[in-house]
T-cell receptor, first 116, second 108 residues
């Protein structure tokens, strides 16, 4: 069964360091999402891509976060510099596209980030 | 934006008991998904159910779109059902808006 792949699974870093997370969506899925989940809360969208274009990055802290999906396939989310408040689970999801069951989002296993 | 409220926030059951989780949302949606988040943090798809009723084994779900709520039923609960259950909805934008979740603990 096809899955969304994410790496690394866990990342521990010190404050002010740079970190990067990688996501490979299910093959053929045009839409890719990055969510952040703080402990005890539901996930919240950081950025949404349609193919290689950003559709929504309104909640992405652009002074320190960046995201790219250069060839419209896999994606990288970067934080530089990391802050203590960035400690969270970072989840990647993909969906085939817009409309009906094509809206169904499938999630990867996530990257758990701890900033010390 | 759309608001999503889930109830109850916490639920403790004995193995074999049945339960109902509720999700209320504040506006019309074209996507509603129920997830189970396992202890390792992965979100497992349970149902895609913007309207109607679906069943999968011991789980079933019903969404009444006109009244803006969805219910997840768990019958004959097992310890492996423990975890956090999320309801998430989206309108035309595609992004999912999640509720705060229901934490279920099933005791043997």
């Amino acid at each position: 069964e096809a899955e969304v792949a994410q790496s690394p699974r866990y990342k521990i870093t010190e404050k002010s360091q740079a970190v990067a997370f990688w996501c490979d969506p299910i093959s053929g899925h045009a839409t890719l999402y990055w969510y952040r989940q703080i402990l005890g809360q539901g996930p919240e969208l950081l950025v949404q891509f349609q193919d290689e274009s950003v559709v929504d990055d309104s909640q992405l802290p652009k002074d320190r976060f960046s995201a790219e999906r250069l060839k419209g396939v896999d994606s990288t989310l970067k934080i530089q510099p990391a802050e203590l408040g960035d400690s969270a689970m970072y989840l990647c999801a993909s969906s085939p596209g817009q409309g009906g069951a094509k809206n169904i989002q499938y999630f990867g296993a996530g990257t758990r980030l701890s900033v010390l | 934006g759309i608001q999503v409220e889930q109830s109850p926030p916490d639920l403790i059951l004995q193995e074999g008991a049945n339960s109902t989780l509720r999700c209320n949302f504040s506006d019309s949606v074209n996507n509603l998904q129920w997830f189970h988040q396992n202890p390792w943090g992965q979100l497992i798809n349970l149902f895609y159910i913007p309207s109607g009723t679906k069943q999968n084994g011991r789980l079933s779900a019903t969404t009444v779109a006109t009244e803006r709520y969805s219910l997840l039923y768990i019958s004959s609960s097992q310890t492996t059902d423990s975890g956090v259950y999320f309801c998430a909805v989206s309108s035309n934008t595609g992004k999912l808006i999640f509720g705060q979740g229901t934490t279920l603990q099933v005791k043997p």
